[in-house]
């Protein structure tokens, strides 16, 4: 089997680093201008000088996102945007509009282009298209396409091919939504996306007699738009086996460490088990699996892989996220002499709280906290501060980057 990319989403520099301390063998990410995802962290040019520097010193990739739809104000800048990424050689620029395009190639930039999957690449002639011109190196398709046609598409094309198989749905084909523009004035396509399809709406259909919405859910409508989050995991080594497509991609860059890392943390298990055994063991499987329900999500589907979703897509129940846990610390440190850790907390805990702890060397280790004291070594019974840094002694050892959670009552 071919060596095969897992692609992770990076909001910010943290996460960035996460994301390559649990497996991912590159990083997408955001400037603070042109890329789809304007409410993320992002990175600031030196921030960004950081990234790729980062990456590359432990022979990861690193891609840079240029895929908004600009109006012509949105296109101020770019040249001067394009001077800096030539200068610090990220590893592809993902782009979707013809324009930017154009222009990164009157500009005489040297980064080879990722086709981004906004550009809604459906099938083996839109491939070609874009193999055809200069830099292109990958094409991103869109999530609405099956593993059969996928196969196609690879048959007919020489090509890098990216695939989404983790994460967030929207609505709208490949993401191209035009309702959150419509209903609060901020444009999706510019990276600004208010998310609307979350929304309960009251719905009559009138020029589809028979078709009946499920509006009686709750006192206040029917989440009609909101789909499932994709999660192919328990699919993977069949889409492996087909050896079709060169990467990976996990959605994700609004979400948190925690997200990235465990997602990030299943795959990788996943595909470094069918790559060396053909397959997975069922409880390995099942282990898995459960991983992904202990992050935020809503109900999983397949989406269009293996056939059209049908009811499996939609949540109308609810526009909120399943959470069973909470990301509640990072190990920063261990000493093994006197079995303390040190932690920054990320959500309140407090002595008598159960507490998991999980790394890339180990599955979990469950502890009910004993004692605790602050960075000054004064006991303390609870730790409510954001990123407050404390200490506790450990019966099992950890690591730094270890991530810690807590189980919702």
């Known amino acids: 089997m071919s060596e095969l990319e897992l692609l992770a989403p990076a909001g910010n520099l943290e996460k960035l680093k996460f994301a390559f301390h649990y497996g991912a063998d ?12 304007a409410f993320a962290g992002n990175f600031s040019e030196e921030e960004l000088r950081e990234a790729v520097a980062y990456a590359h010193s432990l022979s990861k990739k690193i891609y840079v996102t240029l895929n908004m739809y600009p109006h012509n104000e949105d296109l101020a800048g770019l040249d ?15 782009v979707a509009d013809p324009g930017i395009y154009d222009l990164i190639q009157e500009k005489g930039v040297t980064i080879p282009i990722h086709i981004s999957t906004q550009a809604t690449v459906v099938n083996w002639a839109g491939v070609r298209f874009w193999q055809k011109q200069k830099n292109v190196e990958r094409v991103v398709l869109a999530r609405e396409l099956s593993l059969e046609e996928i196969q196609t598409i690879a048959d007919k094309t020489d090509t890098e ?11 709208s084909y490949s993401g191209r939504c035009l309702m959150s523009n419509y209903m609060t004035g901020r444009d999706a396509n510019r990276g600004e996306c208010a998310q609307p399809c979350r929304w309960n709406y009251a719905l009559v259909e009138e020029k589809r007699p028979g078709v009946y919405y499920p509006i009686e859910q709750d ?62 063991a069922e409880e390995e499987m ?63 805990i407090a002595v008598g709280d159960t507490i998991q702890f999980f790394g890339r060397t180990y599955r979990e280790y469950d502890h009910q906290i004993s004692a605790m004291t602050d960075e000054d070594g004064l006991a303390i019974d609870a730790a409510p501060h954001a990123q407050q840094i404390i200490h506790m002694p450990l019966p099992f050892a950890v690591e730094p980057m270890d991530l810690i959670r807590k189980k919702i009552d």
């Open 219 to 280: 006192a206040h409508g029917s989440y009609i738009f909101n789909s499932f989050d994709l999660c192919t995991l328990e699919r993977l080594p069949a889409l492996l086996r087909e050896q079709s497509v060169q990467s990976l991609k996990i959605e994700g860059r609004m979400k948190s460490l925690y997200y990235v890392s465990t997602v990030i943390r299943c795959y990788r298990a996943v595909i470094d088990a069918v790559t060396a055994h053909g397959g997975v």
């Open 26 to 37: 590159a990083v997408y990410c955001a400037g603070k201008a042109f890329g789809l995802r």
């Open 286 to 348: 099942t282990y898995w699996l459960d991983e992904l329900e202990k992050v935020s999500h809503r109900p999983y589907t397949t989406g269009f892989l293996f056939g059209r979703p049908e009811d499996n897509a939609v949540n109308h129940a609810s526009g909120g996220y399943i959470k069973p846990y909470d990301f509640v610390g990072i190990v920063k440190d261990y000493d093994a002499e006197t079995g303390i850790v040190t932690i920054e907390q990320r959500n309140k």
């Open 161 to 171: 091919l990216e695939i989404f198989v983790h994460g967030a749905m929207c609505m």
């Open 80 to 94: 001067e945007y394009l001077d800096f990424l030539e200068e610090i050689q990220p590893d592809a620029l993902l």
